[in-house]
């Protein structure tokens, strides 16, 4: 089958415009033409990976790493750590809540229950995003959030906030856009969780004490 990359282009486009929730509109399209909400084409997994190494590139070279094993360290990690398995295992967990504690009983009616490759195709989409916040937008602001002031802790956890509230959301959207699941703002819950850590961050700002975020992270990997 040949690569679909106008497509997948369409669907990066839809994700980065006002209505996101228009990327699962296919999903549903591909349930009545071809019987199940997962891709069928590796396109969008396979612009990602190649964003992944792209992004893995950049960060070396902005940090300066020299050695070839440097890179391949940092590729390995942004995709096999960051976007694999990290999806590997929101989709298990998404999937499990979905259809323990969501599924819609219908008398009269096929049971449906959510793919574990639909939870994985959700993560991609979410992921996306969170790459380009905190690859992306945090690569240009490096000068910024890498600073000792408060203001560059702030401006660090902030990016961070919007990175993963922006990663849950389209998850919620990808399990509110399938018919038979109900109480889909359970995969919003995170995102209270996050604003209350960065409350607490700013409440920490005030006795002298900054958590950084983007230096905390960035420490590990150089």
Not at 24 to 30: I, L, V
Not at 33 to 61: E, H, V
Not at 93 to 122: C, P
Not at 154 to 175: K, M
Request: hydrophobic share 50%.
């Amino acid at each position: 089958k040949q690569l679909d990359f106008e497509s997948a282009c369409d669907q990066i486009v839809t994700l980065l415009s006002m209505n996101p929730n228009q990327v699962y509109k296919t999903a549903y399209y591909r349930k009545q033409t071809k019987n199940q909400w997962a891709r069928d084409d590796p396109t969008f997994a396979m612009m990602q990976l190649f964003f992944s190494t792209m992004g893995s590139i950049a960060y070396g070279l902005a940090f300066e790493v020299r050695s070839f094993w440097g890179f391949v360290g940092l590729w390995s990690n942004a995709v096999f750590l960051h976007w694999l398995l990290f999806g590997a295992v929101m989709a298990t967990v998404g999937m499990v809540i979905a259809n323990n504690h969501m599924l819609v009983k219908r008398t009269h009616s096929v049971e449906q229950r959510v793919e574990w490759l639909y939870a994985f195709d959700i993560h991609c989409n979410a992921y996306f995003l969170l790459f380009m916040v905190l690859y992306v937008g945090q690569l240009f602001l490096l000068p910024i959030v890498l600073g000792r002031s408060h203001f560059a802790a702030a401006a660090s956890n902030i990016l961070y906030l919007v990175g993963f509230s922006t990663y849950f959301y389209i998850s919620h959207l990808g399990y509110r856009s399938l018919p038979f699941l109900k109480n889909t703002e359970c995969f919003l819950y995170p995102v209270v969780v996050a604003v209350i850590l960065l409350a607490s961050s700013f409440l920490l700002g005030i006795f002298s004490v900054k958590v950084n975020l983007s230096r905390i992270i960035l420490d590990v990997y150089f």
